[in-house]
Nanobody, 125 residues
Framework: QMHLVESGGGLVQTGDSLRLSCAAS?????????MAWFRQAPGKEREFIAS????????YYGGSMRNRFTISRDNAKSTVYLQMNDLKPEDTAVYYC?????????????????WGQGTQVTVSS
């Protein structure tokens, strides 16, 4: 079992930056998990943002966010991050992190074993 807690969301203005964090805890070592970030805006389907393999050596990005968002991880802190720059109102959503044990599939359709509760990001125009 793995517990994920996102933080760092909030209300920002267009053009601002935010760094989201996702702290993991559980019986197995954080370093065996690949991690990912997703988001879901009101009335829309969940959207894949980015994923990162167990040691941070490989990343995969989906969609148009790849030029503004960066995923990273610190295994010593059992934390994955999402740096978001040049935020736009359309980035308003609940942001979720997810974990997959012992596999990294660089695809927006990869399945994940554990999910956090999400953190709200609101970008005002």
């Amino acid at each position: 079992q793995m517990h994920l807690v996102e933080s760092g969301g909030g209300l920002v203005q267009t053009g601002d930056s935010l760094r989201l964090s996702c702290a993991a805890s559980g019986r197995r070592a954080f370093a065996i998990y690949s991690m990912a970030w997703f988001r879901q805006a009101p009335g829309k389907e969940r959207e894949f943002i980015a994923s990162i393999n167990h040691d941070g050596g490989s990343t995969y990005y989906g969609g148009s966010m790849r030029n503004r968002f960066t995923i990273s991880r610190d295994n010593a802190k059992s934390t994955v991050y999402l740096q978001m720059n040049d935020l736009k109102p359309e980035d308003t959503a609940v942001y979720y992190c997810a974990a997959a044990a012992e596999r990294f599939i660089p695809s927006a359709n990869a399945e994940y074993d554990y999910w956090g509760q999400g953190t709200q990001v609101t970008v005002s125009s």
